[in-house]
Nanobody, 133 residues
Framework: QVQLVESGGGLVESGGSLRLSCAAS????????VAWFRQAPGKEREGVSC????????CYAASVKDRFKVSRDNAKNTIYLEMNSMKPEDTAVYFC??????????????????????????WGQGTQVTVSS
């Protein structure tokens, strides 16, 4: 069973950048799809990005497309989310999640093109990201 730990959150000014990491233990992530979700206070959880077992299989919510980039380093058993041109509305707790059905997980999207939470069974505890205006 895979355990996930997010890191890299913090406070950044509007227009700045952050890189989140999702480190796995207990199993190799090489055969999992991994996704990033976020939840702001008082709002529903939102799918942000996903990456399949093959690094060229990715998805992005419309709100982050062209600003965020997801990648994986299988040697380090870690997934990254590089966030650029950040906006105050990016403020949220960010979670990574893994699916042992990578093809299905990356194919099934929500209305905005991001990952769908119901496809992912393993979740981290989250890391806070705050973007100041």
């Amino acid at each position: 069973q895979v355990q996930l730990v997010e890191s890299g959150g913090g406070l950044v000014e509007s227009g700045g950048s952050l890189r989140l990491s999702c480190a796995a233990s207990g199993s190799t992530l090489e055969y999992y799809a991994v996704a990033w979700f976020r939840q702001a206070p008082g709002k529903e959880r939102e799918g942000v990005s996903c990456i399949g077992a093959a690094e060229d299989s990715t998805c992005y919510a419309a709100s982050v497309k062209d600003r965020f980039k997801v990648s994986r380093d299988n040697a380090k058993n870690t997934i990254y989310l590089e966030m650029n041109s950040m906006k105050p509305e990016d403020t949220a707790v960010y979670f990574c999640a893994a699916s042992s059905s990578p093809v299905m997980a990356t194919m099934v999207r929500d209305m905005s093109g991001g990952p769908l939470a119901t496809q992912y069974g393993y979740w981290g505890q989250g890391t806070q990201v705050t973007v100041s205006s």
